[in-house]
């Protein structure tokens, strides 16, 4: 039988080991399509499946690399019968039995992961208009199946936005989806949230007038990955739906304004959302980026920024950043608009697409939206199950 594997996965055995070196701290492997991997020997020796290293329930490591002997050798190796890689450490004299499938999955200087989460894909307005079906739209009546649920989560975390359609018309059918991704996140506004005219209200989203291209609670040093919407009735005049993606705005701006775009990914802007009950501040750039350059939040709840502070000319410059910014954001080149039907629910990624909405008249009709916030790793987390589901069931 093979060895176990240090997580929950499934690993297909594709290639196998045909040939074993140990030289330079490193376990070198030849593999019968010719690949060579090398393995450092700390690398390996903390990811043996033994039940001293992982604990063979929750999957996780029982140690710490500070355990490991530091004159760690490799005495002899073999290659099982059935492909697996055995072996021997000293001074500590334990063998570990390493699954083919995985030390090739998991090549330190190239992976070959199981699962990639799909990639991100900026648009804009003009490239959708030839799309048949933009913003990525499914059935209800199919989206139970775990293959039509996945392929709508992949929608969500490629396009930033995917919906739902004819979904029936109940309080808790914005629960019953997203409940099926992982925990909602509750804010101020609650767990869930009513999105419609209050006579006393804490937000401009519970009044008639337009709301711009913006994200969501900008003020918090977490600011939720995703939001969701379900709309229960929109019988008005106006209150169209507003999106952009405020990917495809940063790079425009990076690739046709670089000092502006400087400003945007270096300078912080302080927000603030004062309630009778609480105060939320926080500063940081409009546009977050992470070690390889790529752009991994966008913050930007314009009704939020509090006064700006700093010498005259980076405040001018600063102002001269945010007006491109909101130019794009609020231009029909990047800016989708549509009205969302009762039944239609529309995920957000709300640190990447901006949303909006039309005025519309208070007094004919009634708009009613359901939403909720969420992490985006529940999302992200919830397509690696599903994918390793499929594989289980497909093994």
């Not at 997580?7 to 030289?23: K, M, Q, R, S």
């Not at 029936?168 to 997203?178: G, T």
């Not at 169209?240 to 990914?265: M, N, Q, S, W």
């Not at 939206?369 to 589901?389: A, F, I, K, P, W």
Request: aromatic share 10%.
């Amino acid at each position: 039988m093979l060895p176990d594997v240090p997580d929950f996965d499934i690993y297909a055995i594709d290639h196998l080991p045909e040939n074993l070196i140990v030289a330079d701290q490193r376990l070198i492997i030849t593999w019968d399509d010719g690949k060579i991997s090398h393995y450092p020997f700390v690398w390996l020796r903390e990811y043996s499946p033994d039940a001293g290293t992982f604990n063979d329930i929750t999957r996780e490591q029982n140690i710490a690399v500070t355990d490991l002997p530091d004159e760690l050798n490799i005495s002899s190796t073999e290659i099982g019968a059935d492909g697996s890689v055995i072996v021997n450490w000293q001074p500590e004299n334990l063998d570990s039995r390493y699954h083919p499938g995985w030390l090739r999955a998991h090549c330190p200087s190239n992976p070959k992961p199981n699962f990639e989460l799909p990639k991100r894909t900026p648009w804009t307005a003009t490239r959708t208009a030839t799309s048949q079906a933009f913003p990525p739209t499914f059935s209800g009546a199919l989206i139970n199946t775990d293959k039509e649920f996945s392929e709508w989560l992949g929608a969500l975390h490629s396009s930033g936005v995917a919906v739902i359609t004819d979904l029936p018309i109940a309080p808790e059918a914005l629960e019953k989806v997203v409940d099926r991704i992982g925990p909602i996140r509750t804010s101020n506004f609650g767990r869930i949230f009513d999105v419609e005219l209050k006579a006393e209200t804490n937000s401009n989203a519970y009044t008639s007038q337009p709301l711009r291209a913006h994200t969501d609670l900008a003020t918090r040093e977490y600011q939720p990955g995703l939001q969701f919407f379900f709309c229960m009735e929109n019988s008005v005049s106006g209150g169209e739906t507003i999106l952009t993606d405020g990917l495809a705005v940063a790079e425009k701006i990076r690739t046709d304004h670089p000092d502006e775009y400087a400003f945007l990914t270096e300078q912080p802007i302080p927000f603030v959302n004062t309630d009778r009950d609480s105060e939320y501040r926080y500063e940081v750039p409009i546009l977050e980026t992470d070690h390889h350059g790529d752009i991994t939040t966008v913050r930007f709840t314009y009704w939020l920024r509090a006064p700006m502070t700093g010498d005259l000319a980076t405040l001018d410059s600063l102002y001269s950043a945010l007006r491109l910014f909101h130019h794009y954001a609020d231009h029909e080149d990047y800016q989708l608009r549509f009205p969302l039907k009762p039944g239609d629910l529309i995920g957000v990624d709300n640190r990447r697409v901006l949303h909006g909405r039309t005025g519309f008249s208070p007094d004919v009709g009634h708009r009613w939206l359901r939403g909720c916030y969420m992490e985006r790793e529940e999302l992200e987390s919830r397509l690696r199950v599903l994918d390793r589901q499929r594989r289980f069931r497909s093994a």
